[in-house]
T-cell receptor, first 115, second 115 residues
Framework: GESVGLHLPTLSVQEGDNSIINCAYSNSASDYFIWYKQESGKGPQFIIDIRSNMDKRQGQRVTVLLNKTVKHLSLQIAATQPGDSAVYFC??????????????FGKGTHLIIQP | KAGVTQTPRYLIKTRGQQVTLSCSPI?????VSWYQQTPGQGLQFLFEYFSETQRNKGNFPGRFSGRQFSNSRSEMNVSTLELGDSALYLC??????????????FGQGTRLTVV
């Protein structure tokens, strides 16, 4: 079946630098995408989402970019802080018209912030 | 307001036994989804319940089942446990179906170990 994947399992950045986490998806029917952050011992935490009718959305220190042509999703984190250290997952939801299909998650990227 | 509550947090069971996990969603949320998280397979969708009805099911065997009560609380059951069922089971609640683009809030999960 189709799935969402991530390009890198681990990303190490210096504190204060910007981070970019990438995600590739294969399901062209997906219309809703979400980024989650999961810290050790906790459940995933919603960061930001984007619908397929948009190509960019900004939040507080985070920006999600969606390129439907190449089926690519990215999460940009500005001025990374130690608290940003976590595993980041992209997820897609496909609404098939017949009902909800649940979220399909990528494998995750472990973001490490170097002091 | 209180977040998503999952009980128990940790569980150890023997192969062949069955287990029931519980999830209390955020007050007012009508959708509850369940996910299995393992190091090898990542986060995988199990099922989503809305207004006491299962709206969709992931690619898991029939040993995995669930239900939702009138107060939106949900339980999932795994029968005839196998070693491979060892995982973190996560519950997520949302106001509406996730396919409608509503934010999903995750609980901390139940860590199930099958020995």
């Amino acid at each position: 079946g189709e799935s969402v994947g991530l390009h890198l399992p681990t990303l190490s950045v210096q504190e204060g630098d910007n981070s970019i986490i990438n995600c590739a998806y294969s399901n062209s029917a997906s219309d809703y995408f979400i980024w989650y952050k999961q810290e050790s011992g906790k459940g995933p935490q919603f960061i930001i989402d984007i619908r397929s009718n948009m190509d960019k959305r900004q939040g507080q220190r985070v920006t999600v970019l969606l390129n439907k042509t190449v089926k690519h999703l990215s999460l940009q984190i500005a001025a990374t802080q130690p608290g940003d250290s976590a595993v980041y997952f992209c997820a897609e939801n496909m609404y098939s018209g017949g009902g909800a299909d649940g979220l399909t998650f990528g494998k995750g990227t472990h973001l490490i912030i170097q002091p | 307001k209180a977040g998503v509550t999952q009980t128990p947090r940790y569980l150890i069971k023997t192969r062949g036994q069955q287990v029931t996990l519980s999830c209390s969603p955020i007050s007012g949320h009508r959708s509850v989804s369940w996910y299995q998280q393992t190091p090898g397979q990542g986060l995988q969708f199990l099922f989503e319940y809305f207004s006491e009805t299962q709206r969709n099911k992931g690619n898991f065997p029939g040993r995995f089942s669930g239900r939702q009560f009138s107060n939106s609380r949900s339980e999932m059951n795994v029968s005839t446990l196998e070693l491979g069922d060892s995982a973190l089971y996560l519950c997520a609640s949302s106001l509406d179906l996730i396919s409608q683009g509503t934010e999903a809030f995750f609980g901390q999960g139940t860590r199930l170990t099958v020995v």
